[in-house]
């Protein structure tokens, strides 16, 4: 079964930093050919891309709200994906998972970014 596993969300003031990290396993391909996502949920809200990455890690994309102020990443051999997230807004706030597609359809169990001050 894919797990998709995310971590590293938490109560952060406007203007500060977090990590995003996501761990997965059981997919049907191996990892390294699979291009990931980030996608979000804000209370309230539909299910909204956020990011991605090729499965190289050579193109990535963003959400025009997030561009230079967020970064995916990837690491094949660890089989993880980040998204540093700079410079947040309290529009930020929402639980973050990690996907195998752009729907979010296939995608983890969630990690809860909180921007207030």
């Known amino acids: 079964d894919v797990n998709l596993l995310e971590s590293g969300g938490g109560l952060v003031q406007p203007g500060g930093s977090l990590k995003l990290s996501c761990t997965v396993s059981?997919?049907?391909?191996?990892?390294?050919?699979?291009?990931m996502n980030w996608v979000r949920q804000a209370p309230g809200k539909e299910l909204e891309w956020v990011a991605s990455i090729t499965s190289t890690g050579g193109t990535t994309s963003y959400l025009d709200s997030v561009k230079g102020r967020f970064t995916i990443s990837r690491d094949n051999d660890r089989n993880t994906l980040d998204l540093q997230m700079n410079a947040l807004k309290t529009e930020d706030t929402a639980v973050y998972y990690c996907?195998?597609?752009?729907?979010?359809?296939?995608r983890g169990q969630g990690t809860q970014v909180t921007v207030s001050s």
């Open positions: 059981g997919l049907p391909v191996p990892y390294r050919i699979q291009p």
């Open positions: 996907s195998t597609d752009i729907l979010g359809r296939t």
